[in-house]
T-cell receptor, first 115, second 116 residues
Framework: NAGVTQTPKFRILKIGQSMTLQCTQDMNHNYMYWYRQDPGMGLKLIYYSVGAGITDKGEVPNGYNVSRSTTEDFPLRLELAAPSQTSVYFC??????????????FGPGTRLTVL | AQSVTQLDSHVSVSEGTPVLLRCNYSSSYSPSLFWYVQHPNKGLQLLLKYTSAATLVKGINGFEAEFKKSETSFHLTKPSAHMSDAAEYFCVVSAVFPSNTGKLIFGQGTTLQVKP
């Protein structure tokens, strides 16, 4: 299994540009997540999905959109990039059955800079 | 609501000496707790997890953590540090209130430096 894969690894955007960060998992996990990590900080949840067709906001959803058309894919869309969105973005997935044990598997991250 | 506090932002040890990374949590319910490690420019990797079984949890690479309900702590330890242990460590709690959504709540992280 490849686990959780993310593309691209690095990207530089200009203010106002848009882009999509791709995330794919091959573990048949039902839950998927997008986090951002700012320097010296922990991870903050942007959006998450409990299954295909179902998404919900996390702590910091403003400026982002997501979709989940398949179990495997969970792309994150930035519509109008702003410098405040400069961060490292991590996608994660888990098989969550409703108990408290929710081990999440993380992708390698996408480092985004908005200038 | 749940929260987690990592008491040290930076910890520096010499190679071969013990490691202690401190974590306190707040939860009205019996929590699931995790420690993740992040090496420079890498994703996060699970070190160990507590899910209400044994209170002393053993993880990968010689790390272990003890769940102490009376102290609301989940400190991470290792008897002897190795240079390859230098990384960022995150203490994490699974959010179960007000609903069990599967969300994880991350601490701010502790940077472990290992000196030769």
């Amino acid at each position: 299994n490849a686990g959780v894969t993310q593309t691209p690894k690095f990207r530089i955007l200009k203010i106002g540009q848009s882009m999509t960060l791709q995330c794919t998992q091959d573990m048949n996990h039902n839950y998927m997540y997008w986090y951002r990590q700012d320097p010296g900080m922990g991870l903050k949840l942007i959006y998450y999905s409990v299954g295909a067709g179902i998404t919900d906001k996390g702590e910091v959803p403003n400026g982002y959109n997501v979709s989940r058309s398949t179990t495997e894919d969970f792309p994150l869309r930035l519509e109008l990039a702003a410098p405040s969105q400069t961060s490292v973005y991590f996608c994660a997935s888990s098989y969550f059955s409703g108990t408290t044990n929710n081990e999440q598997f993380f992708g390698p991250g996408t480092r985004l800079t908005v200038l | 609501a749940q929260s987690v506090t990592q008491l040290d932002s930076h910890v520096s040890v010499s190679e071969g000496t013990p490691v202690l990374l401190r974590c306190n949590y707040s939860s009205s319910y019996s929590p699931s707790l995790f420690w993740y490690v992040q090496h420079p420019n890498k994703g996060l990797q699970l070190l160990l997890k507590y899910t209400s079984a044994a209170t002393l949890v053993k993880g990968i690479n010689g790390f272990e953590a003890e769940f102490k309900k009376s102290e609301t702590s989940f400190h991470l330890t290792k008897p002897s540090a190795h240079m390859s242990d230098a990384a960022e460590y995150f203490c994490v709690v699974s959010a179960v209130f007000p609903s069990n959504t599967g969300k994880l709540i991350f601490g701010q992280g502790t940077t472990l430096q290992v000196k030769p």
